[in-house]
């Protein structure tokens, strides 16, 4: 069984910056693709950014230049850092990680930017 636990998710200042980190447990093999979604009240989940087991990224194309995913294979890791925040960036950020045959998410974590 697999579990992701995401951590780094808080309130800051708008411009301010933060890391989300995602890590994996439990068996799992063959993993694709690893990344971060983010869903606000009321709205849809959209994709963040990905980042495959061979270090290919996409990216929501209005957070390029702000956002960053790095991951760590070794350590089923997945991280993201975001600068510039805005208040508009303000939702439940999870975590998900993709394999053939199906996908895993976290249970998410909070971010919240203050005007």
């Known amino acids: 069984q697999v579990q992701l636990v995401e951590s780094g998710g808080g309130l800051v200042q708008a411009g301010g910056s933060l890391r989300l980190s995602c890590a994996a447990s439990?068996?799992?093999?063959?993993?694709?693709?690893m990344g971060w979604y983010r869903q606000a009240p009321g709205k849809q989940r959209e994709l963040v950014a990905t980042i495959s087991s061979g270090g290919n990224t996409n990216y929501l194309d209005s957070l390029k230049g702000r956002f960053t995913i790095s991951r760590d294979n070794g350590r089923k890791t997945v991280n993201l850092r975001m600068n510039s925040l805005k208040p508009e960036d303000t939702a439940v950020y999870y975590c998900?990680?993709?394999?053939?045959?199906?996908?895993?998410w976290g249970q998410g974590t909070q971010v919240t930017v203050s005007s």
């Open positions: 439990g068996s799992i093999f063959s993993i694709s693709v």
């Open positions: 998900n990680l993709r394999f053939p045959g199906g996908s895993y």
